[in-house]
């Protein structure tokens, strides 16, 4: 089992920045990825980003050149730096990791509002 607790949401006008920071309750050095992905309102959930255990980081070409992936493997934290925020953005953001292929967990969410 793994615990992902969520920290860093909030609201923020447009272009602005948010940092969210998921920690594990157990060490991350060895899981498949850990990543990020949201659901606006009425919509479905998508991927944000990933990042494997090799470092290499994924993220969506929505998002691309203004966030940030990253993980402090000492912390059992990966980040997500969100810059040049738009109202696109808003939604609730979900941790999640795969420690292996057949097992995968979720933070409780953590609301993101960028206002216009």
């Known amino acids: 089992q793994v615990q992902l607790v969520e920290s860093g949401g909030g609201l923020v006008q447009d272009g602005g920045s948010l940092r969210l920071a998921c920690a594990a309750s157990?060490?991350?050095?060895?899981?498949?990825?850990m990543g990020w992905y949201r659901q606006a309102p009425g919509k479905q959930r998508e991927l944000v980003a990933r990042?494997?255990?090799?470092?290499?980081?994924d993220v969506a070409g929505s998002v691309k050149g203004r966030f940030t992936i990253s993980r402090d493997n000492a912390k059992n934290t990966v980040f997500l730096q969100m810059n040049s925020l738009k109202p696109e953005d808003t939604g609730v953001y979900y941790c999640?990791?795969?420690?292996?292929?057949?097992?995968?967990?979720w933070g409780q969410g953590t609301q993101v509002t960028v206002s216009s």
């Open positions: 157990r060490s991350i050095s060895s899981f498949n990825a």
């Open positions: 990042i494997f255990t090799g470092g290499e980081p």
């Open positions: 999640y990791t795969n420690p292996r292929a057949s097992e995968v967990y």
